[in-house]
């Protein structure tokens, strides 16, 4: 077998681990709440085998699924399993990579033409009882939760027409309803987007179709109470470069972006386009509400470009990471308007979370992941994008109040979990994993769980995971009640 490239995304904290292991009774420092009772499952990319292809990305890499098990004796379990996806499957025969390039087939071992290439890398999403491990570029796998084998591909009971899901679904608190669109709907390059709904069962009811004003890196869109709103940026796919072997993604600087917004419930026919600046880039947006007047306000983490240098590179755009600009901004607009408004919110960063009960509502806290500016020493190697957040923010975008947890030197932080207390009143808490580098290839990996009114003080409890972890991208908090009532 061959070796990893010596690039960022194959070494320090994404060196390729490749083992399926479980781990009972982990050590525990400080307490517990009782509100922590379930599962944090987390999206972990981990190729099993060495690339075909030299500048491969760490985005690329085998889906694996990860749960951290607050039990409700108060002993807490970890396991990790591959998602076996029909590509894993293919490799593990073959004992070697077969396919090539992110997202081109035309890059491929021919032995494996015609086979499902998704990864299954980037969301475990809870919805109607099940668990899905999803990925933008092909259809979401169905994982047990108890078990965390794979059961396989899910297209909702084969209703499901679309050949890609989001691995950003937004489940309305009200109804229960989980929306989520597929980019790319009937094939690579495509600007044909299917716009989904399943009812609170997880039943498909709904599937529409429309055009992208072009084929662009669609990552995650938002809902309102009343509206499903579908920004587009101009990091964009060809067809004829994907025929040649070339990457799927270039940023195209100088082009438009837009967003489509059209009624929830309604047709794609009533999508309204509004054109927004050129060449800045989105991953996640933190929420979307319609105000008292009907105007609709979007918050998301802008960048001046894309954001991955993976991306950037075959694009010409020479920006060193540190040197992107960016920041938490509101982009405010009429639903039949023509024009965006944007109001700075908060400092630069990416992994946002929401209560879930404020999803597409007027909200007044979310939380995100930043860069301390007070922090000594350069920032970790590692994560999707090769340097590693250092900071929590806890932010109130209506009055702009900021708290901050910054971690010591040395130290990354993952995307957080939510999750809601019992208690009135109270905020509940975060979940998240932290990496604390103590060699030059050596990490230590905890679970840390902070009051989410309170972040930048000491965490309640700390959980040791005595395992070299790789570096997560989404995570979903399932609690004991939901897993249980999945159960019966
Ligand atoms: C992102 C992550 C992906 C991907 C495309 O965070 C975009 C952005 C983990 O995989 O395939
Ligand atoms: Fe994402």
New binding site residues.
């Given amino acids: 077998m061959g070796e990893f490239p010596k690039t960022v995304d194959f070494m320090f904290l994404n060196t390729p681990i490749g083992e399926e292991y479980s781990l009972k009774g982990l050590e525990v420092e400080g307490d517990i709440p009782d509100d922590i009772r379930g599962a944090f499952f987390r999206a972990v990319?981990d190729p099993a085998f060495p690339p075909l292809f030299i500048d491969d990305t760490a985005?690329s890499g085998d889906g694996m699924v990860s749960r951290l098990w607050f039990k409700e004796d108060g002993s807490v379990d970890f396991d990790i399993r591959y998602v076996q996806t029909a590509r894993h499957k293919a490799e593990i025969e073959a004992g070697k990579a077969l396919f090539g390039r992110y997202r081109n087939p035309y890059t491929d071992d021919p032995s494996v033409k015609g086979v499902d290439r998704t990864v299954s890398?980037?969301t475990p999403i809870w919805h109607g009882g099940k668990l899905l491990m999803a990925?933008?570029?092909g259809r979401a796998y169905r994982v047990d939760p108890i078990t965390l084998e794979t059961v396989g591909s899910y297209d909702f009971g084969g209703k499901l027409k679309s050949e890609t899901m989001t691995a950003h679904a937004r489940v309305d608190p009200e109804t229960g309803e989980l929306f989520f669109f597929g980019y790319e709907a009937d094939g690579l390059a495509s600007t044909k987007v299917a716009y989904c709904i399943a009812d609170k069962n997880g039943e498909l009811i709904k599937e529409q179709w429309f055009d992208a004003p072009y084929c662009g890196?669609m990552?995650d869109f938002v809902i309102t109470k009343n509206y499903a709103v579908f920004p587009v940026f101009p990091t964009t796919a060809d067809l004829a470069r994907l025929k040649d072997g070339g990457v799927h993604w270039v940023h195209e600087q100088d082009r438009e972006s837009w967003i489509g917004i059209m009624p929830r419930y309604g047709d794609v026919k009533e999508m309204h386009w509004i054109k927004g600046p050129k060449g800045v880039s989105v991953?996640h947006f933190m929420n979307c509400f319609e105000d008292d007047d009907g105007r609709i306000h979007l918050d998301q983490h802008l960048t001046e470009t894309n954001a991955f240098e993976f991306i950037r590179r075959p694009s010409g755009i020479d920006i060193p990471q540190s040197e992107i600009k960016g920041g938490l901004v509101r982009w405010s607009f009429d639903p039949k308007g023509d024009e965006i408004t944007e109001t700075p919110l908060g400092p630069p960063g990416d992994l946002c979370r929401i209560r879930d009960a404020d999803q597409g509502r007027p909200y007044t806290v979310g939380w995100y992941l930043s860069m301390d500016p007070e922090m000594k020493g350069p920032p970790m190697l590692g994560g999707?994008v090769g340097v590693a957040f250092n900071a929590l923010i806890a932010i109130n975008p209506q009055s702009g109040a900021m708290k901050m947890l910054g971690l010591p030197p040395g130290h990354a932080i993952s995307e957080p979990a939510h999750i809601v207390s019992s208690q009135a009143d109270h905020p509940g808490w975060l979940l998240f994993i932290i990496d604390r580098q103590t060699g030059e290839d050596q990490f230590e990996h905890e679970a840390w769980i902070v009051n989410a009114g309170e972040i930048q003080e000491a965490p309640v409890a700390k959980v040791k995971i005595p395992h070299r972890l790789r570096p997560q991208?989404h995570g979903w908090w399932a609690s004991q009640e939901t897993l249980d009532k999945a159960a019966a």
């Fill in positions: 990319p985005i890398n980037t990925k933008e570029d890196l990552h991953f999707p991208v």
